[in-house]
């Protein structure tokens, strides 16, 4: 019996625990960008920018939040690198813009 109630009262202090830090991550977030109004990762990329590790979209605007495909990050690790050839290997799901991949 006692078993049981130290069982149930640890499930709900794991949930009420989970739940809180994703509201107060979130939270603290939100905050953050509210009062610097600074993207977290603003420095970084800007520098990656400047060095021509990535290049943004079409307008050069760089998307802080925005998802990044594998071929972005085979692009940015090539870019490291200073890698050029071109394998010959394909991936059907990947299209070449501009000598530049982009997700399809």
Request: hydrophobic fraction near 45%.
């Amino acid at each position: 019996m006692l078993f049981k109630r130290i069982r149930k009262f640890s499930a709900i202090v794991i949930a009420l625990a989970m739940s809180l830090s994703a509201f107060a991550t979130s939270y603290a977030q939100d905050l953050l960008v509210a009062n610097n109004k600074v993207h977290w990762a603003q420095e970084k990329m800007q520098k990656w920018y400047d060095l021509g590790v990535i290049k943004g979209d079409e307008n050069g605007d760089l998307m802080y939040d925005a998802y990044i495909s594998r071929a972005e990050v085979v692009t940015i690790v090539n870019n490291v690198f200073g890698f050029q050839s071109k394998a010959s290997q394909q991936f059907n799901d990947v299209k070449e813009i501009h000598g530049m991949l982009m997700n399809c």
